[in-house]
Antibody
Framework: EVQLVESGGGLVQPGGSLRLSCAASGFTLGSFWIHWVRQASGKGLEWVSR????????TYADSVKGRFTISRDNAKNTGYLQMHSLRVEDTAVYYC?????????????WGQGTLVTVSS | EIVLTQSPGTLSLSPGERASLSCRASQSVSNKYLAWYQQKPGQAPRLLIYGISNRATGIPDRFSGSGSGTDFTLTISRLEPEDFAVYYCQQYDGSSYTFGQGTKLEIK
C-alpha cells in the first residue's frame, strides 16, 4: 500500500526552526518528485516547495524562499523540509505529496499532514 | 504567477443533482497542467482529475473535467452523499504551482 507519513510538526516560537520528514512506504520515493503543500486552519491549499527525483531541481514559493530548505534521502525513502526563521503566518498543516511526473503535473498521493504552530 | 479563481464559493445542492464547479485562470494554462482535488474535513486532499479531463485511479465516472485555456469545469453528474466536500483546482505554469481558493459543495 502506498503511504506517505509526515512527522516533525509541533509548537515553535517565532524565529525558531523545525524539520519535517515525509517517510514513504509501498513504493520507491526516488522515482517521484516530492512537494510540500500547507493549509492554514480553515483556509485553502498553498504550494510550498518541490524537489525532483535526484535532488538537483528545487523550487520554492516566494513566501518561504530563503527560510525553508527542501531535501531528500532516497536511500531512506524520505523527504524533508527544514524550516528556519518561522513566522506566525507559517502556522498550518503541512502535507507532503508525490508527483508522478507522468507528463502531467499533479499529486496522486498525499500524507495525512503534520501541524506546525508558530506562537509565542 | 497564474491566479486561479473558483466559483461559486459555496454550492448548495441535493443528492442526485448535477454539480458544475468553475475554475478560471488569470492566464492560459497548459492542457497537461490542470488538476482537481477533493478534500473532506480532517483529511488530506484526494486527486480526482489531472490533465484537465483524466480521472485518477479509483475515481467514479460521475466525476468529469473539461475546459481549455483559462476556463475549466469539474462536473459531478449525479451527486452522492459522499461527494459533499471542498474542491480545489490546481495548475503548474512551468515555474510555480497555484491552487484555487476552493468551492464548498454542501447539502441543500
Amino acid at each position: 500500500e502506498v503511504q506517505l507519513v509526515e512527522s516533525g510538526g509541533g509548537l515553535v516560537q517565532p524565529g525558531g526552526s523545525l524539520r519535517l520528514s515525509c517517510a514513504a512506504s509501498g513504493f520507491t520515493l526516488g522515482s517521484f518528485w516530492i512537494h510540500w503543500v500547507r493549509q492554514a486552519s480553515g483556509k485553502g491549499l498553498e504550494w510550498v516547495s518541490r524537489i525532483n527525483s535526484d535532488g538537483t531541481t528545487i523550487t520554492y514559493a516566494d513566501s518561504v524562499k530563503g527560510r525553508f530548505t527542501i531535501s531528500r534521502d532516497n536511500a531512506k525513502n524520505t523527504g524533508y523540509l527544514q524550516m528556519h526563521s518561522l513566522r506566525v503566518e507559517d502556522t498550518a498543516v503541512y502535507y507532503c505529496a508525490r508527483d508522478p511526473r507522468d507528463g502531467y503535473s499533479h499529486y496522486d498521493y498525499w500524507g495525512q499532514g503534520t501541524l506546525v504552530t508558530v506562537s509565542s | 504567477e497564474i491566479v486561479l479563481t473558483q466559483s461559486p464559493g459555496t454550492l448548495s445542492l441535493s443528492p442526485g443533482e448535477r454539480a458544475s464547479l468553475s475554475c478560471r485562470a488569470s492566464q492560459s494554462v497548459s492542457n497537461k497542467y490542470l488538476a482537481w482535488y477533493q478534500q473532506k474535513p480532517g483529511q488530506a486532499p484526494r486527486l480526482l482529475i489531472y490533465g484537465i479531463s483524466n480521472r485518477a485511479t479509483g475515481i467514479p465516472d460521475r466525476f468529469s473535467g473539461s475546459g481549455s485555456g483559462t476556463d475549466f469545469t469539474l462536473t459531478i453528474s449525479r451527486l452522492e452523499p459522499e461527494d459533499f466536500a471542498v474542491y480545489y483546482c490546481q495548475q503548474y505554469d512551468g515555474s510555480s504551482y497555484t491552487f484555487g481558493q476552493g468551492t464548498k459543495l454542501e447539502i441543500k
